[in-house]
């Protein structure tokens, strides 16, 4: 069984920072890529920022210059650095990791429960 825990999030002020968290655990056997999604209210989950095991990362145009994404790879876990946060960046962040957990299984994606980051005007 694998899980993904999400810590970080918060009420933080417009032009604040935050950083989120999210360790993978259970039986791994190998992560490929990881990433945080997020979703608002009334909208579809999108993407937020992406990082492949060699670290290649990929970022929503939206968040580019602001967060950072990055990732521990002996540890298991992705981190997502948020800075100069905009209201529009409300939302319940979702971590993803694209993980086997055999070598005859293939790579499936799991989801972390979700972490609230509000950012007030």
């Known amino acids: 069984q694998v899980q993904l825990v999400e810590s970080g999030g918060g009420l933080v002020q417009t032009g604040g920072s935050l950083r989120l968290s999210c360790k993978a655990s259970g039986r791994i056997l190998s992560i490929n890529d990881m990433g945080w999604y997020r979703q608002a209210p009334g909208k579809q989950r999108e993407l937020v920022a992406a990082i492949v095991s060699g670290g290649t990362t990929n970022y929503a145009d939206s968040v580019k210059g602001r967060f950072t994404i990055s990732r521990d790879n002996a540890g298991n876990t992705v981190y997502l650095q948020m800075n100069s946060l905009k209201p529009e960046d409300t939302a319940v962040y979702y971590c993803?990791?694209?993980?086997?957990?055999?070598?005859?299984?293939?790579?499936?994606?799991?989801w972390g429960q979700g972490t609230q980051v509000t950012v007030s005007s």
């Open positions: 993803n990791a694209r993980l086997r957990t055999s070598y005859i299984a293939y790579a499936i994606n799991y």
